[in-house]
């Protein structure tokens, strides 16, 4: 029997890319990875779940930093291989999901050959992630 999961084209490592935008704004916040688990548990929990290539294990979306996504929609592309996660950043600092304090982790604008900071730090990131 065929699952919602099978429907999904997963990368030969068994993930998919994840992209978090903002229920309200539509901003696009945050670009990440998911395996059939952590897409299986945020549908069951309501909140964003990825995979962290780097430490390879499941990463709860605010586990560290209480910047939690709490998802109101998924979308799968139209060739199956891109999942689109409608979210509302809450926790300690809602509106923060980037790691360096940022509304978005998509603060770098293209301007004259050079990439430039173009969103503020809503908070220092030594505040947010402290030992």
């Excluded at 990825?50 to 560290?64: A, I, N, Q, T, V």
């Excluded at 509302?88 to 978005?104: F, L, Y």
């Amino acid at each position: 029997m065929t699952t919602w999961l099978d429907e999904v084209r997963w990368d030969a490592a068994g993930l998919v890319p994840a992209i978090a935008q903002e229920h309200g704004s539509k901003d696009i916040l945050m670009f990440a990875w998911m395996n059939r688990e952590a897409l299986a548990k945020t549908v069951e929990t309501g909140r964003a779940v990825y995979f962290s290539r780097s430490r390879g294990k499941l990463w709860f979306k605010g586990e560290e930093s209480g910047h939690v996504q709490r998802v109101h929609e998924l979308r799968l592309d139209c060739d199956n291989d891109v999942v689109l996660l409608s979210v509302t950043q809450e926790g300690h600092d809602p509106g923060i999901a980037c790691h360096t304090g940022r509304h978005s982790c998509f603060f770098q604008k293209y301007v004259d050959g050079q990439w430039v900071s173009v969103e503020p730090v809503l908070k220092d990131p030594g505040a947010i992630y402290q030992s």
